[in-house]
């Protein structure tokens, strides 16, 4: 990446209005660019470097480096509609083998939230708004199809829906949406879920930051409730300032400060401070540092040199400075008063996208028309990421809870049985509800099953009210596996 003082001196953007001006332009940095590397003894390899192109217009330029003309590479959709290497031998090596067999699903899942959506997602902030057009929401549809079934390690029957909402894949046109979004938001300094008049909290910028090797170090000390207490009654003691922040469960957010000065066995000085409900709680805590230490340094503005020492104390222990703080943050979140600051954090947008897009979901999970039986037994997207968290995904488990499996209901409609009649008694069809609930084959450790979620008194095939209980659930995927394990032998014996 060119120095900053390069970037400044170059300052020239690439929005022209035509391709001609956008070639004088581009070649007109570049050269900048190699003449200031030439001045530091550094060359640029033109023939290592390409142009990205965002448009088809933009993928007529003809660009010099050095007298060479460049190479021009298109970025989208090379890695969702038609994968590159890379991509296309990660598919091959996960997707190729059985169901039952290949990666340990935990790895597949590593391997897509770490590779594959990455890959999938580069540079999305400058091509995402084409996302929602038909025809690539069915590519990356296709592609993320293959990853979400042998994460769940399910049958290629099942539907796309069910298998993302078991997989808890969050559909990648939503993905990239969010990517877009979030990069939109760094951009302009703007959110579409705030007024215009609440900005985006920007990092300090490289260039106003100091050199590492001029940046004092902090070194908290250790923290003791003794020593703390005891050391503010003393005279001859520093200047104590007890900061805290507070975000109340109705988003109203407060900052606060105490100062003791020395020899006070009571407050001098406190601050309470409004936020604005987009910040965080960690916003608060550093801006009551920040009007804490500004405090200070007026208090020693007449003092050649003072020390400045940051102590970590634990909440609600009985530190007397701490507690008066904690009670100034949240009557600060209470005040009827316009904010004292009202600067809004990047994880304030990830977490509204997130919500909306969350939403959008478990709207198309819902109105889906595949997935009935998944949908039967988990309503709801959380509940299935409650399931994950109590249980390991396996190809029993999964068999139950999307209906395609090795019972006869679903072998018949695929001509691989001659008929869905279950050998229990000839007559009922073999589906996932009649092994669940029904068959005789089962009917000891179905008994087991429901005799435990009676004594923590939950319904025993009620899976998001089993959730809550660890016996039930535990019971529930100990009768599943049962079924599973033993479904085929009991099929070909009769």
């Not at 929005?15 to 332009?25: D, G, I, K, M, W």
């Not at 001045?39 to 480096?65: D, H, N, W, Y």
């Not at 070194?219 to 003791?224: A, D, F, G, V, Y």
């Not at 009210?465 to 529930?476: G, H, P, Q, R, V």
Request: glycine fraction near 6%.
């Amino acid at each position: 990446m060119p120095h900053a003082g390069l970037r400044r001196r170059c300052g020239t953007r690439g929005h022209a209005e035509n391709v001609n001006r956008l070639e004088e332009l581009t070649d007109t940095v570049l050269q900048q660019i190699v003449n200031w590397g030439k001045s530091v003894k550094l060359e640029f390899g033109a023939f290592k470097t390409q142009l990205i192109a965002f448009t088809p217009k933009a993928r007529t330029l003809r660009v010099e480096m050095d007298g060479q003309i460049l190479k021009t590479s298109a970025l989208w959709p090379p890695c969702t509609v038609r994968p590159g290497k890379s991509l296309a031998n990660i598919q091959q090596t996960v997707l190729v083998l059985p169901t039952n067999l290949g990666a340990h699903p935990e790895n597949v899942r590593t391997i897509y939230l770490r590779v594959i959506e990455p890959i999938v997602t580069y540079a999305a902030g400058v091509w995402g708004h084409i996302v929602n057009k038909r025809y690539i929401k069915k590519s990356l549809m296709s592609m993320q199809r293959g990853f979400a079934l042998k994460a769940i390690r399910g049958f290629r029957t099942i539907s796309t829906s069910a298998a993302l909402a078991l997989a808890q894949f969050t559909p990648l046109d939503l993905k990239i949406r969010e990517v877009h979004q979030i990069e939109k938001v760094r951009l302009t300094g703007k959110t579409e879920f705030l007024p215009n008049d609440i900005s985006y909290e920007k990092p300090v910028p490289v260039k106003d930051l100091l050199h590492p090797a001029r940046r004092p170090t902090i070194k908290p000390i250790p923290s003791s409730e003794h020593r703390i207490n005891s050391e503010m009654t003393d005279s001859t003691l520093v200047t104590r300032v007890f900061t805290d922040g507070s975000k109340q469960d109705d988003g109203s957010v407060g900052a606060a400060f105490v100062l003791y000065r020395p020899g006070d066995t009571e407050t001098s000085v406190t601050k309470k401070y409004k936020l604005h409900s987009s910040c965080t709680v960690f916003q608060a805590e550093l801006y009551a540092i920040w009007k804490a230490l500004n405090i200070h340094k007026l208090i020693h503005a007449n003092h050649t040199t003072h020390k400045i020492y940051i102590d970590w104390v634990k909440g609600h222990s009985g530190v007397i400075g701490n507690e008066e703080a904690d009670a100034a943050a949240n009557s600060g979140a209470r005040m009827h008063k316009a904010p004292d600051y009202s600067q809004f954090s990047i994880s304030y947008v990830k977490h509204k996208i997130r919500t909306e897009h969350h939403a959008i979901w478990q709207a198309r999970y819902e109105s889906s028309p595949q997935g009935s039986h998944t949908k039967t037994l988990l309503p709801k997207l959380n509940d299935i990421k409650e399931l994950n968290k109590c249980t390991q995904t396996n190809f029993q488990h999964t068999q139950i809870l999307t209906g395609h499996g090795y019972h006869k209901t679903y072998l018949h409609r695929f001509k691989i049985a001659p008929d869905d009649t279950c050998p229990c008694d000839g007559t009922s069809s073999q589906t996932v509800e009649h092994l669940l609930k029904n068959c005789q084959a089962f009917a000891a450790k179905r008994h087991s099953h429901e005799e435990t979620c009676h004594a923590v008194q939950v319904p025993p095939y009620n899976l998001p009210e089993m959730l809550k209980k660890k016996a039930a659930i535990n019971s529930f995927t100990s009768f599943c596996q049962t079924i599973i394990n033993n479904i085929k032998k009991i099929n070909e014996n009769n």
